[in-house]
């Protein structure tokens, strides 16, 4: 039979520890103090806004040449079980920016042209006409059966036996944690009180235009903008929104802020980030040699 009482004491004690380290853990796990600013830039255009994560996440040509070695090695697996898989679209001949839209419409042509739409998404990039069979898919995936024809499908599909021949060699780390931090360091940058006053003096640039958003992300997710093509209202009001983050600088603000915050974690995860930039190198290099080779 349980001893209630020496249970009961068991969890007293319990309690005196818990209580003990919370008032000393309750010192010491004080939020972080807001991160010191280096100079603020003048952010006009996607192509200003350079984050330091940037360098510990694939690049779009990295990814391009990934994307490339990933089809052609899977395509050579598909083979092996009389499959076919579509080859890959023809790469952009234009390189985008990847955060040119991190802090919503900021270049005045392209908000008079797009309002707050994407204009790739609005210039319908090409589709392969290649049918795609439900076997061949479970083939590249890996999500169906775990042969076909009488031969053993690679664990993830041919896309994941093409994955591991594209990583060997890489670092024991997980890549995934470049665009984490990214994200982290975003939603840190909205709630930080210098982001917010930039958003104020935004906002309130906004209302002498006859706009009323309280930040920047109001306005770009206006429901009104859910339509297949963008409206002359859209348009003005993107066109306003631009209008007032060149006036108080908006993205300049964030752009010092997100970086700060990035610096720090950087600094504190610094073995692990060598890593990860180690692993895209090794990756990216094994890629291009897969494509030099054909």
């Given at each position: 039979?349980?001893n209630?009482?020496?249970?009961?004491?068991?969890?007293?004690?319990?309690?005196?520890?818990?209580?003990?380290?919370?008032?000393?853990?309750?010192?010491?796990?004080?939020?972080?103090?807001?991160?010191?600013?280096?100079?603020?830039?003048?952010?006009?255009?996607?192509a200003d806004?350079?984050?330091?994560?940037?360098?510990?996440v694939?690049t779009?040509?990295?990814?391009?040449t990934?994307?490339?070695?990933?089809?052609?090695?899977?395509?050579?697996?598909?083979?092996?079980?009389g499959?076919?898989?579509?080859?890959?679209a023809p790469?952009?001949?234009?390189?985008?920016s990847?955060?040119a839209?991190?802090?919503s419409v900021?270049?005045?042509?392209?908000?008079?042209?797009?309002?707050?739409?994407?204009?790739?998404a609005?210039s319908?990039?090409?589709?392969?006409t290649?049918k795609?069979?439900?076997e061949?898919?479970?083939v590249?995936?890996?999500?169906?059966e775990q042969?076909?024809?009488?031969?053993?499908v690679?664990?993830g599909?041919?896309?994941?036996?093409?994955?591991?021949?594209?990583n060997?060699?890489?670092?024991?780390?997980?890549?995934?944690?470049?665009?984490?931090?990214?994200?982290a360091?975003?939603?840190?940058?909205?709630?930080?009180?210098?982001?917010?006053?930039?958003?104020?003096?935004w906002?309130?640039?906004?209302?002498?235009?006859?706009?009323?958003?309280?930040d920047?992300?109001?306005?770009?997710?206006?429901?009104?903008?859910a339509?297949?093509k963008?409206?002359?209202?859209?348009?003005?009001?993107?066109?306003?929104?631009v209008?007032?983050?060149t006036?108080t600088?908006?993205?300049?603000?964030?752009?010092a802020?997100?970086?700060a915050?990035?610096k720090?974690?950087?600094?504190a995860?610094?073995?692990?980030?060598?890593?990860?930039k180690?692993?895209?190198?090794?990756?990216?290099?094994?890629?291009?040699?897969?494509?030099?080779?054909?």
């Amino acid at each position: 039979m349980i001893n209630a009482k020496r249970v009961l004491a068991g969890f007293g004690l319990a309690l005196v520890i818990a209580g003990t380290g919370a008032c000393t853990a309750g010192r010491a796990a004080a939020p972080p103090a807001e991160p010191e600013l280096g100079p603020i830039p003048v952010v006009r255009s996607g192509a200003d806004i350079r984050l330091p994560l940037d360098a510990y996440v694939l690049t779009m040509k990295q990814a391009r040449t990934y994307t490339a070695a990933v089809n052609i090695l899977g395509r050579d697996c598909m083979k092996q079980f009389g499959l076919t898989w579509p080859a890959s679209a023809p790469a952009p001949s234009t390189e985008i920016s990847p955060n040119a839209r991190r802090y919503s419409v900021i270049d005045p042509v392209e908000a008079k042209t797009f309002g707050y739409h994407n204009p790739a998404a609005l210039s319908g990039a090409a589709e392969s006409t290649e049918k795609v069979t439900a076997e061949a898919m479970n083939v590249w995936s890996g999500g169906g059966e775990q042969t076909f024809d009488g031969k053993p499908v690679p664990p993830g599909g041919c896309s994941g036996e093409a994955a591991r021949q594209l990583n060997k060699g890489v670092p024991d780390v997980d890549p995934g944690i470049g665009p984490k931090l990214q994200f982290a360091s975003f939603n840190r940058l909205k709630t930080d009180s210098r982001v917010k006053r930039a958003y104020a003096e935004w906002s309130s640039c906004m209302r002498t235009k006859g706009f009323d958003y309280p930040d920047p992300y109001t306005a770009v997710n206006d429901r009104r903008w859910a339509t297949a093509k963008p409206t002359p209202t859209e348009i003005d009001t993107a066109g306003a929104d631009v209008a007032c983050k060149t006036q108080t600088n908006t993205a300049g603000v964030m752009l010092a802020v997100e970086t700060a915050y990035q610096k720090r974690d950087i600094e504190a995860r610094s073995p692990e980030m060598a890593s990860i930039k180690s692993y895209l190198d090794i990756q990216t290099a094994n890629g291009a040699q897969i494509l030099a080779a054909r």
